[in-house]
């Protein structure tokens, strides 16, 4: 830890973060030889967006309180954003996931509803203090009520990656909340059974389910079932560039074959092309190390909205962790979930700084709680 006027900052941390810089910016430059020259210099870009994040670390630890007084209007601010950008938003690809301000550029609301998402039900679950059914149901209630609104808005985009993500984070914190243990088997049950009457209509009852829920829906889930047949030209040519790299890679700045989103969605396929099984093994050491040090952090503080918030952000990161890297083996469906810290996106590298900015104060209170 240093100490800088009476706030702690954890080093460690801080290590890793400097670390994931240097790594995106070196790994974005290389896959900038395929993008198109009009998207300019993502790699600059980049650097200048962590620049900015670690400038929200800073002014989180030495100017704002860790009260979350204000968590209730960043949650409203982000669904706004959610709406005005089913609106106005300009569809890419089929989808509208991003909003276009003038002078600044495009940002995507997603990424900070999962902030909001996280920091909400922390503070919602941290002040239940029930033990019958009817003190669970109303705790429920509330967690139903904060979280189908964003997830309504992010599927009207649609943002599937989005929203699986929105997933696991009410499920991290649920399951580390005093919530009983049988409403998660009463979850689960209800869940499958939604999920199986969905599935049966999509595999069985085609012209129903299209009739239901549309052509669209029909497409994106027949797109996301459709990895398990390993084709596609992202996919496939992912595959042989990671495949191709042997155990010290291809070499930096020499990535052998071209496949679209190489900056963002696909960025591991770029590493592990250039740098092979060693600098893979690297890299998944990093991530071990940092998810560790968060744990570590949650671990030492007694406050349970804080706690909460470090298990909330934990979930979000490993399972983005795990499915970007295991979409780009083949071994997941293509979502379009970008790897944390990794993948070139201001909106989204900003919104992990947020969350980690908050996650700095924490550490910071609990060495001047012991101290």
Known sequence: MLKIRNKYINIKLLTYLLLFMLISVLIINSSMIYLPKHLGNLALKQLYWYLIGFLVIFMYLFIFNSNYRYSFLFYLFNISLLIILLLVGTPINGSKCWLILPGIGSIQPSEFMKISLIISLSKVLSKYKGKNYKDEMILLLKVIFISLLPILLTFLEPDTGAIFIYFIIIGSILFISSLRK???????????ILVGSFMYLYFYKQDLFITIFGSNLFYRINRLLDWKNGTGMQLENSLVSIGSSGILGHGYMKTPIYFPESGTDFIF????????LI??????????????CLIDISKKTNNITN????????????????Q????????????????????????????????????????????????
């Open 182 to 192: 049988r409403w998660f088997i009463f979850i689960l049950v209800f869940i499958l």
């Open 269 to 276: 396929a770029v590493y592990a092309s250039n740098f092979g």
């Open 279 to 292: 600098g893979s093994m690297i890299l998944f050491i990093l991530f071990i190390l940092f998810d560790k």
């Open 307 to 322: 706690k909460y918030i470090i298990i909330g952000t934990l979930g979000m990161l490993i399972y983005q962790q795990v």
């Open 324 to 371: 970007n890297i295991g979409m780009t083996l083949g071994i997941l469906p293509i979502t379009g979930i970008t790897l944390p810290f990794i993948s070139y996106g201001g909106s989204s590298l900003l919104s992990y700084f947020i969350i980690i900015a908050i996650i700095f104060k924490i550490s910071s209170d609990n060495k001047r709680l012991i101290n």
